[in-house]
C-alpha cells in the first residue's frame, strides 16, 4: 500500500516553455500532497503544501506563478513548471499523506527536468 | 527556520553495525522520520519515531529522545545494498493546522567489504 506514482519520470525542454509533472497516490485518497525540489547532492527542499480543493501554500522564495500547483482531487496534483530555464533543472518530488496519526509522507519516484 | 544536523558521510564494512546521528530543533516538534534515499530515486520510509525511546524493525532501529532533540538510525548486519543516503527528517506542526517535514541533508552510507 501507499504508492504514489509521478509523471514523467524524465523531461528535457526548451528554455521559455512550460511543463506539467503529474503526481498520483494509487492506492489512498491523499488529503495533502507536497512538492519538494533537490539539487545534486542535497536534502530535499520543500516547495508548497496542497490540500484537496484548496489554494497551494508556498514556501518563502518560491515563485507562485512560476511553479502553478493544482490538487483537483484526493489523488491527483500537478505541479507546471512556467516559462522554464535551465536554472529550473532540478530533481523534483511529489509526496502524499492521507492525514493519518503519523502523517507519514510517502514519496512519488521523482521527475529528472533538464531545461536546454 | 528549524536546523536538521547530521553528518554528510559515513563509512562501514559489510556484517557491521553503524549508527547515523542527528539532532533537531524541538520547538513545535512532532515526531522524527527517517528515509533511505538511492542516488536518482526518490526517498523511500524507513520508520517513525514520536515517543522516546527505540523502534526496531528487523535489520534497522531507530531512537529518539525529545528533551535532547536527537535521533539516531542504527543499521546492523550491513548489506551492500544499504550504501545509500539516509534523511533524518523532523515534524513540525503548523499553526494553521497539519504538519511539515523538514529535511536533514542527508548522510551518505558507504558500505565497503
Known amino acids: 500500500g501507499a504508492v504514489v506514482s509521478q509523471h514523467p519520470s524524465r523531461v528535457i525542454c526548451k528554455s521559455g516553455t512550460s511543463v506539467k509533472i503529474e503526481c498520483r497516490s494509487l492506492?489512498?485518497?491523499?488529503?495533502?500532497m507536497f512538492w519538494y525540489r533537490q539539487f545534486p547532492k542535497q536534502s530535499l527542499m520543500l516547495m508548497a503544501t496542497?490540500?484537496?480543493?484548496?489554494?497551494?501554500?508556498?514556501e518563502q522564495g518560491v515563485e507562485k506563478d512560476k511553479f502553478l500547483i493544482n490538487h483537483a482531487s484526493l489523488t491527483l496534483s500537478t505541479l507546471t513548471v512556467t516559462s522554464a530555464h535551465p536554472e529550473d533543472s532540478s530533481f523534483y518530488i511529489c509526496?502524499?499523506?492521507?492525514?493519518?496519526?503519523?502523517?507519514?509522507?510517502?514519496f512519488g519516484p521523482g521527475t529528472r527536468l533538464t531545461v536546454l | 527556520g528549524q536546523n536538521i544536523d547530521q553528518p554528510t558521510e559515513m563509512t562501514a564494512t559489510e556484517g557491521a553495525i553503524v549508527q547515523i546521528n542527528c539532532t533537531y530543533q524541538?520547538?513545535?516538534?512532532?515526531?522524527l522520520f527517517w528515509y533511505q534515499q538511492h542516488a536518482g530515486e526518490a526517498p523511500t520510509f524507513l520508520s517513525y519515531n514520536v515517543l522516546d525511546g527505540l523502534e526496531e524493525k528487523g535489520r534497522f532501529s531507530s531512537f529518539l529522545s525529545r528533551s535532547k532533540g536527537y535521533s539516531y538510525l542504527l543499521l546492523k548486519e550491513l548489506q551492500m545494498k544499504d550504501s545509500a543516503s539516509y534523511l533524518c527528517?523532523?515534524?513540525?506542526?503548523?499553526?494553521?493546522?497539519?504538519?511539515?517535514?523538514?529535511f536533514g541533508t542527508g548522510t551518505q552510507l558507504k558500505v565497503e567489504l
Open positions: 524541538t520547538s513545535g516538534f512532532n515526531g
Open positions: 527528517a523532523a515534524s513540525y506542526i503548523l499553526t494553521g493546522g497539519g504538519n511539515k517535514l523538514t
Open positions: 492506492d489512498f485518497q491523499a488529503t495533502t
Open positions: 509526496s502524499a499523506t492521507s492525514g493519518g496519526a503519523a502523517d507519514t509522507q510517502y
Open positions: 496542497s490540500n484537496e480543493g484548496s489554494k497551494a501554500t508556498y
